[in-house]
């Protein structure tokens, strides 16, 4: 069975960076999609950013031009570096794999302090 085990989210002052990992663990997954969800207080979870497989990139209009996210087929891992973050990209960030059906990660605070 696949689980997705995220890393990298913490407290960081507005204007900093950080770099949130996920890594797929088992084998003989179909990778359809990989990606990062987040869900702040009292809104629903949104698309944060996303790989499809045969390479396309998708981002929320919220965080283009500051985070990226990037693969790592050998590690079964995806990984989200955030620049240039604001308050208002506080929330709990969720991996998620798109295979046969979707796979969720328990979940990583981000917060950005003012």
């Known amino acids: 069975q696949v689980q997705l085990v995220e890393s990298g989210g913490g407290l960081v002052q507005a204007g900093g960076s950080l770099r949130l990992s996920c890594a797929a663990s088992g084998s003989g997954f179909i990778f359809n999609a990989m990606g990062w969800y987040r869900q702040a207080p009292g809104k629903q979870r949104e698309l944060v950013a996303t790989?499809?497989?045969?390479?396309?990139?998708n981002y929320a209009d919220s965080v283009k031009g500051r985070f990226t996210i990037s693969r790592d087929n050998a590690a079964n891992s995806v990984h989200l570096q955030m620049n240039s973050l604001k308050p208002e990209d506080t929330a709990v960030y969720y991996c998620?794999?798109?295979?046969?059906?979707?796979?969720w990660g328990q979940g990583t605070q981000v917060t950005v302090s003012s």
């Open positions: 790989i499809i497989a045969g390479g396309g990139l």
């Open positions: 998620y794999l798109l295979a046969l059906k979707t796979i």
